[in-house]
């Protein structure tokens, strides 16, 4: 092991300690053996003052003993210490160069601090990479996603520049969908950024929540008929505590889904206030979600297959959204199968009593 840097000075700093040592031992006893001879010299032989051969030889050889352990010593700590560490600065430079995939051996366990440096490192390096490559997913998902209605748009606006299309109210209501779908998938999109980025801002207040589902449900509602889905509401009445406009949001993402996905038939709509948790409960009554999608299914531009043959495709960010709304509550969102093998989706988050005045 070539001696530089931190092994070099382990290695000088442990022999270092070890002459010392054997130095201290020598001077102590000769000023124990000067006291001795100065107090007490009937019990000592001044004659016996200095060592004699054999004693120096013995000083020296105990001298060099020490040395030579202490030098072990101090290069097998170094070796220890320097695989974590050498390690962590290989593994930094590797990132830097680019090699996500870079990690750090911890080494000896023993040596706590060295193997928590190289544990945190590759806790660091592993967080990197899954941001990089959710990055990488998310740009190619978004360019995808908006690639759709840009080039339908200017299809339709190149048409009515060449008159290939009439310039009617047909052509003008088709163009100001496609703006609409834009404008969703934007705020869509803006939502779940700043909801990972924890920057969601929440304007909390006392809420009638059974009057907003309803006002919801209600410019909602023939949508929902025209997908032969009736929806059916069963509301607590209380006052809740939330952020009235993204509970409306979330509401209206899980009723489009269940318009584009589940099968004709009630929709159930219940909102709960159970053991300090507000409940916000979507149930269709099929075909369910795949069980191989639920991990996913929270999961921005994921998608799983639909079973309806309308053939439309969402942009896979309505759950997420739902997902970052619960959370920027303090709540969450989960998923189970219905009774009768629909989907039940429930919005939960913290439910404070508010006193009557």
């Known amino acids: 092991m070539k001696l530089v840097g931190l092994s070099r000075?382990?290695?000088?700093?442990?022999?270092?300690?070890?002459?010392?040592?054997?130095?201290?031992?020598v001077l102590t006893s000769y000023a124990f053996y000067y006291v001795a001879f100065t107090y007490w010299p009937e019990h000592f032989d001044p004659a016996a003052w200095m060592p004699n051969g054999a004693e120096w030889v013995w000083l020296i050889a105990t001298t060099l003993a020490g040395l030579v352990i202490a030098i072990a010593v101090a290069v097998n700590l170094a070796r220890r210490i320097l695989v974590p560490l050498n390690s962590v600065a290989d593994g930094i430079r590797r990132v830097a160069e680019g090699d996500l995939g870079a990690r750090a051996i911890a080494g000896d366990r023993s040596l706590g601090e060295a193997s928590l440096l190289a544990d945190n490192f590759n806790a660091l390096a592993a967080e990197l990479q899954r941001v990089t490559e959710e990055q990488r997913f998310w740009n190619a998902a978004i360019a995808h996603e908006l690639r759709?209605?840009?080039?339908?748009l200017r299809g339709r606006l190149q048409g009515l520049a060449e008159g290939i299309f009439p310039a009617d109210e047909a052509q003008f209501r088709s163009l100001?969908?496609?703006?609409?779908?834009l404008a969703r998938l934007i705020e869509d999109l803006r939502v779940v950024s700043l909801a990972e980025s924890r920057h969601l801002e929440l304007q909390i207040q006392v809420a009638d929540l059974a009057a907003e589902i309803?006002?919801?449900?209600?410019?909602?509602?023939?949508?929902?008929?025209?997908a032969g889905q009736q929806p059916v509401l069963d509301l607590d009445e209380r006052p809740v505590r939330c952020d009235a406009v993204r509970i409306r949001q979330a509401l209206l993402v899980l009723l489009e889904n269940a318009r584009q996905h589940a099968a004709p038939g009630s929709l159930h709509i219940r909102t709960r206030l159970d053991r300090g948790w507000c409940h916000l409960i979507v149930e269709d009554e099929g075909p369910g979600i795949p069980a191989g999608f639920t991990p996913h299914l929270?999961?921005?531009?994921?998608?799983?297959?639909?079973?309806?043959s309308s053939g439309r495709k969402g942009s896979g960010l309505g759950l997420a959204v739902v997902s970052a709304i619960a959370r920027a509550h303090g709540g969450h969102v989960g998923y189970a199968p219905a009774s009768k093998g629909g989907a039940q989706f429930t919005l939960s988050w913290p439910y404070q009593p508010i006193a009557e005045r």
Not at 148 to 152: D, L
Not at 176 to 181: A, K, N, R
Not at 298 to 308: C, E, I, L, V, W
């Open 9 to 25: 000075q382990i290695v000088l700093s442990m022999a270092a300690i070890a002459l010392g040592v054997t130095m201290l031992v």
């Open 148 to 152: 759709t209605p840009v080039t339908i």
């Open 176 to 181: 100001l969908t496609q703006v609409e779908g």
């Open 214 to 226: 309803t006002a919801v449900v209600d410019v909602f509602k023939s949508s929902l008929q025209s």
């Open 298 to 308: 929270f999961k921005a531009f994921r998608r799983a297959d639909s079973t309806r």
